[in-house]
C-alpha cells in the first residue's frame, strides 16, 4: 500500500512540476520566444513582435544555451511551471523589438503596472533603452534604462520632454543573467505613498531575489492617449537608440496591475493547490482501498 501511495502522490507531483503555461488576468503582453511561436504573444491577446527598423535583425536561440549569456534563464520557469526552450537576443548594432499597438482603454494602465523580464547586457554605451512603452510620435510613457555606467532607472513622463526619474541604486553587470521586475503603483492620491519597487536576482551567480522601493514617487500619470507599443532593446520608433545595447532576453511580461512578490514569474506560487491535491489524493486512496476490498 505504501508503494501505491507514493507512486499516486510521484505522479501528482510530476504533473505539477511539469505545468502548463497560465496567464496572470492582469498579464496585457507576454513574449517567451520559444520555438514555433518566436515573436507571438502568449498572452492570448494577439500582441505579436516585429523587428524594428535596423537591417540586423533579432535572433533566436533554442535550446538554451548550454554556457554563456542566457545558459542561466530560468528553465521551467517557477511561477508556471512552464518549460522555457528558447531565448531572444541582439547585438548592439541589431533591431529591437515592437509590438503591434496596444489598446489602452483595455489595458487602464495609467497607475499601476509591472515589467518583467529574465535579462542578459552583453554591451551598451550611452544611455540605452531595455524596455520602453512608447507612443509613434516620439511621446515617451515608460522606459526601463541603462546608463553607460550600466546603471538602471525607470522614467515616466506624458510629454516626452520631462522625466520622473526613480533610481534604485542598482548596477547591471556585464554578460550575467539576471531575473528583472519593476512594479509600479501610482494610486495614492498621497505622493509619499506612490512608488516603485524594482526586483533583481542574479541568475548566474545564484544571489536571492532582493526589491528596492522608490517611494514618494510624483511622476505625471497619464501615458499618451494612441499608437503605443513596447519595445524591447530599443524605443518604439526610433532606430538610432537600439545600437546602443547588446541583450540576451526571454520571458518578456507587462502586466496592467501592480503585483505582489508572490506573482512574480521569479516565486514559486502559494502551494494554494495543496488542499486541492491533498483532497484528490484522498478520494484516490479510498477507491484503491474499495478496489482492494
Known amino acids: 500500500m505504501e508503494r501505491k501511495i507514493l507512486t499516486t502522490l510521484s505522479a501528482v507531483l510530476m504533473l505539477l512540476a511539469v505545468g502548463q503555461p497560465t496567464v496572470n488576468a492582469a498579464t496585457v503582453g507576454y513574449w517567451r520566444f520559444e520555438e514555433g511561436n518566436f515573436l507571438g504573444d502568449s498572452s492570448g491577446n494577439g500582441y505579436t513582435l516585429t523587428n524594428g527598423t535596423m537591417s540586423a535583425s533579432v535572433t533566436q536561440t533554442t535550446p538554451l544555451p548550454s554556457a554563456g549569456n542566457g545558459s542561466d534563464f530560468f528553465n521551467p520557469v517557477p511561477q508556471t511551471g512552464a518549460v522555457n526552450n528558447g531565448l531572444g537576443s541582439k547585438g548592439a548594432d541589431a533591431a529591437f523589438l515592437r509590438s503591434g499597438v496596444f489598446d489602452l482603454n483595455a489595458m487602464s494602465a495609467t497607475e499601476t503596472y509591472s515589467v518583467e523580464m529574465l535579462v542578459n547586457v552583453s554591451s551598451v554605451s550611452g544611455n540605452a533603452f531595455i524596455m520602453s512603452y512608447y507612443d509613434t510620435s516620439e511621446t515617451r510613457s515608460w522606459i526601463m534604462q541603462l546608463t553607460s555606467a550600466r546603471e538602471l532607472n525607470f522614467q515616466v513622463s506624458e510629454t516626452g520632454s520631462g522625466y520622473t526619474i526613480a533610481d534604485p541604486g542598482i548596477t547591471l553587470d556585464l554578460n550575467t543573467d539576471y ?10 492620491a498621497v505622493q509619499a505613498e506612490r512608488s516603485v519597487t524594482f526586483y ?7 544571489g536571492a531575489l532582493t526589491s528596492t522601493i522608490v517611494d514618494n514617487y510624483a511622476p505625471e500619470t497619464t501615458f499618451a492617449s494612441n499608437d503605443t507599443g513596447i519595445a524591447i532593446g530599443g524605443t518604439y520608433n526610433i532606430s538610432g537608440l537600439a545600437s546602443r545595447i547588446g541583450l540576451s532576453f526571454d520571458e518578456v511580461r507587462y502586466s496592467n496591475a501592480a503585483l505582489s512578490q508572490g506573482e512574480l514569474l521569479v516565486s514559486i506560487p502559494e502551494p494554494s493547490s495543496l488542499g486541492m491535491l491533498a483532497g484528490l489524493l484522498g478520494v484516490g486512496l479510498v477507491l484503491r482501498r474499495r478496489t482492494a476490498k
Open 200 to 206: 533583481l536576482q542574479d541568475l548566474t551567480n545564484g
Open 179 to 188: 531575473y528583472l521586475g519593476v512594479v509600479v503603483d501610482l494610486t495614492s
